[in-house]
């Protein structure tokens, strides 16, 4: 099996476990890849916030889906986000948040709280 194989399945399986992410990233280092003007920062940057705003996407796609076969037609969305976003936009606004709400930084508050935050405050879905 390859080593690196091997470490990534250990670290899902121990974050699956554990609660916690194995290796935490904090919102300051987010901010500095999503500032970055190298290719890989700026990927992982973007990488990072798609796989966080796919994986609530595909979230609510399953739940909407279990609630139809359960004859509740309602759809239910965490985030309304323009359809033809970008990845590259999500990072500037990201970028944007986190200049207007610096307590994620100074705080040193996990990257993944900090992403789940800016969306809910960027694209709420509520109506009022």
Same mark, same amino acid.
């Given at each position: /099996?390859? $080593? &690196?194989?091997?470490?990534? =399945?250990?670290?899902? !399986?121990?974050?699956?476990?554990?609660? %916690? @992410?194995?290796?935490?990233? *904090?919102?300051?280092?987010?901010?500095? +890849?999503? *500032?970055? %003007?190298?290719? &890989? #920062?700026?990927?992982?940057?973007?990488?990072?916030?798609?796989?966080?705003?796919?994986?609530?996407?595909?979230?609510?796609?399953? =739940?909407? +889906?279990?609630?139809? =076969? %359960?004859?509740? *037609?309602?759809?239910?969305? $965490?985030?309304?986000? @323009?359809?033809?976003?970008?990845?590259?936009? /999500? +990072? +500037?606004?990201?970028? *944007?948040?986190?200049?207007?709400? @610096?307590?994620?930084? $100074?705080?040193? !508050?996990?990257?993944?709280?900090?992403?789940? =935050?800016?969306?809910?405050?960027?694209?709420?879905? #509520? $109506?009022?």
């Amino acid at each position: /099996m390859d $080593t &690196r194989l091997a470490v990534r =399945a250990f670290a899902i !399986i121990g974050s699956i476990l554990c609660g %916690q @992410p194995l290796l935490a990233l *904090e919102a300051g280092l987010l901010l500095r +890849a999503c *500032e970055s %003007q190298n290719d &890989r #920062s700026l990927g992982f940057c973007m990488g990072y916030i798609g796989g966080i705003y796919e994986g609530v996407i595909l979230h609510d796609d399953y =739940a909407n +889906a279990v609630r139809s =076969a %359960q004859g509740d *037609e309602k759809e239910v969305r $965490t985030w309304c986000a @323009p359809s033809n976003i970008s990845y590259e936009d /999500m +990072a +500037a606004y990201l970028v *944007e948040f986190l200049n207007h709400n @610096p307590r994620y930084v $100074t705080n040193r !508050i996990h990257a993944e709280v900090t992403v789940y =935050a800016f969306f809910s405050d960027k694209f709420s879905c #509520s $109506t009022s």
